[in-house]
Nanobody, 124 residues
């Protein structure tokens, strides 16, 4: 079993920045993808960004490209999401997830493990 714990959410003004973190513990894999998804009120969960744990390759949703940066700290088994130039539409609960196959997937059904989520609210 893999346990994921997100942190770093909060309230920020539009144009500001936040840094989310996700610490992984428990079962480990030799290769896998870690990703961030988000779900806004009344909307379906959507892909934000993913990173290959072994290669460091990244993949972003069009909506966040150029504003968000996903990174990993191998020593701490932690993935980060640096969010800059935040917009009102970035308001959502952000979830960290692990796919046991290292494929940088944008499809949530391919992720077996999920964190509890952290709230991000962007105000005007």
């Amino acid at each position: 079993q893999v346990r994921l714990v997100e942190s770093g959410g909060g309230l920020v003004q539009a144009g500001g920045s936040l840094r989310l973190s996700c610490a992984a513990s428990g079962r480990t894999f030799s290769t896998y993808t870690m990703a961030w998804f988000r779900q806004a009120p009344g909307k379906e969960r959507e892909f934000v960004a993913a990173i290959s744990w072994s290669l460091g390759s990244t993949y972003y949703a069009d909506a966040v490209t150029g504003r968000f940066t996903i990174s990993r700290d191998n020593a701490k088994n932690t993935v980060h999401l640096q969010m800059d130039s935040l917009k009102l539409e970035d308001t959502a609960v952000y979830y960290c997830a692990v796919d046991q196959v290292d494929r940088l997937s944008e499809f949530d059904h391919e992720y077996a493990y999920w964190g509890q989520g952290t709230q991000v609210i962007v105000s005007s």
